[in-house]
């Protein structure tokens, strides 16, 4: 329902400021001192913060990475999806997050669209209550909105880079950096409101849910068999600590923030 959807985004609109902000900051400082390739910190920060796969790929051109930056930072990010989504919904429950909380916490701090949502699935289950699913994506889904803002910035700081260098750099793209699945995403939540307010019944999309459920778990299923662990960990020991440090700060961040 689209008054849920502005309720819920503008509700946790300044946890998601604070755990991007996070995320971005841990990526710079460990890219400084622990002299991290600057690409690869940039797009593991901006997966971990905004939106995983989806937001590395919208980043990728502007920062000009190379095809290998991008299948190790996407590779990271999906370790720790998984990770959360095994995790976070007993750890939601044991530490006495209520429903609305651990929506905004699987929303703020798991890396990806699909991730958030296998997590909020599973939480519903194990909490017994149904909403959890919708307000988290719901969330997950204003988060992913700052793709636009961070592209253009990175875009311009690339674009003066290069102008000292004499270079041309990459053109911003709004049609590049722009999620289309939330414009999907607007359109099923208008298609909703519309049939509610003519009086029909919620439990009517009921297995259009079900469905979307299982193709979740068919994305996941795909993403984990195009994912070689073992080659990254042998290959990847700097990206990993990138995304582990971004991936707890958020979660810390997420979690205080919601205390306060």
């Known amino acids: 329902n689209i008054s ?18 996070t995320s971005l900051i841990v990526a710079y400082v460990l890219h400084k001192v622990m002299n991290i390739p600057g690409k690869i910190s940039t797009l593991i920060g901006v997966g971990s913060s905004i939106c995983g796969g989806s937001a590395i790929a919208a980043t990728a051109p502007v920062i000009e990475a190379d095809d290998e930056d991008v299948a190790r930072s996407i590779s990271v990010i999906f370790l720790f999806n998984v990770l959360a989504a ?19 916490f699987a929303g ?29 994506v ?22 003066k880079k290069s102008a000292k260098e004499g270079k041309q750099a990459a053109k911003f793209s709004l049609k590049r950096a722009f999620p289309m699945f939330i414009l999907y995403f607007v359109i099923a939540a208008v298609i909703t409101t519309v049939c509610i307010h003519m009086g029909i019944d919620a439990g009517v999309f009921q297995p259009i849910k079900e469905l979307s459920k299982f193709m979740i778990i068919m994305a996941m299923a795909a993403i984990g068999l195009n994912s070689n662990v073992i080659q990254l960990i042998k290959t990847g020991g700097k990206p990993i600590l990138v995304g582990a440090s971004c991936w707890c700060g958020i979660t810390i961040v997420s979690l205080i923030m919601q205390h306060i």
Do not use: M, W
């Open 138 to 159: 719901t969330v997950k889904l204003t988060r992913t909105l700052a793709i636009i803002p961070i592209t253009l910035g990175l875009s311009l700081i690339r674009a």
């Open 108 to 136: 703020t701090a798991v890396n990806d669209t699909s991730s958030v949502t296998a997590a909020a699935s599973t939480a519903e289950g194990i909490y017994g209550y149904s909403g959890i699913l919708s307000a988290a």
């Open 86 to 104: 095994l995790i976070f919904p007993t750890l939601g429950h044991a530490i006495g997050l209520g429903t609305e909380g651990f929506a905004v």
């Open 4 to 21: 849920v959807v502005l309720a819920t985004g503008k509700q946790s609109l300044p946890i998601i400021v604070c755990t991007i902000a």
